[in-house]
């Protein structure tokens, strides 16, 4: 019976004093708490970090709105030539004028008083004029308003072929000019109005539209001895 009690007591709990005694000291009461609580801090800085990275990181170049090119001059220049040669060192075109507008959006040069003389791969010259004028970025196309004239020079006056018109479009590198306005073709003695007109100088053929109307001037005979 007394081994029995004994055996009683030990299993008895602690005096009030003694679980005083067994507390764990503050500092590894700390460590419990932050251990437990580590799971949840860790998954709060990771989501922090990855909403202030998608925020700082910059974005792509395709992603950014692009505003559309304006249609202003990026360079003028007054009182100017400009010549462009080609890869043999020839020069090919020469422009000349009051004033140059150089325009980024379309690579389109207006020119206030334009004179043009243009020099194809055989040596012959094309001289242009008019008061305003819209050429391309290499001058090879070139769109003439205003007392427009286009003279395609030859070894000779009965082979030089001249235009006249309020508007008249040169492209040189092909050697056509075209019109949709009323147009004075001269050749030699030869003078034919028309009220539009294609010229192929390189096919050698001139079609003329609408209304026509032609003045040949005789050629003087030789004198006799």
């Known amino acids: 019976m007394s081994e029995a009690l004994d ?4 299993l008895a709990p602690a005096p009030a004093s003694d679980r005083r005694r067994l507390r764990l000291p503050w500092h590894l009461r700390l460590l419990e708490a932050l251990t437990a609580y580590l799971p949840v801090l860790l998954m709060s800085t990771l989501a922090l970090g ?12 395709t992603q950014r709105a692009v505003a559309p090119p304006r249609h202003e001059p990026d360079y003028t220049m007054q009182n100017f030539t400009v010549q462009r040669f080609a890869a043999d060192g020839r020069m090919r075109v020469q422009i000349e004028g009051l004033e140059l507008r150089h325009y980024p959006d379309t690579d389109t040069l207006e020119i206030e008083n334009p004179r043009i003389r243009a020099v194809d791969t055989a040596g012959r010259v094309t001289r242009a004029s008019a008061l305003r004028a819209l050429s391309n970025g290499d001058g090879s196309e070139l769109q003439l308003f205003g007392s427009a004239q286009v003279v395609r020079e030859a070894p000779t006056v009965q082979e030089t072929m001249e235009f006249r018109s309020e508007f008249l479009h040169a492209f040189l590198n092909t050697e056509r000019v075209r019109s949709h306005l009323p147009v004075v073709v001269r050749r030699g003695g030869t003078e034919v109005r028309a009220d539009g007109m294609e010229y192929d100088n390189l096919a050698r053929v001139v079609e003329l539209k609408g209304r026509q109307r032609a003045v040949f001037t005789p050629r003087a005979r030789p004198t006799e001895p």
């Open 7 to 10: 055996d009683l007591a030990v």
């Open 50 to 61: 990855t909403w202030w990275l998608v925020n700082v990181t910059p974005q792509p170049e």
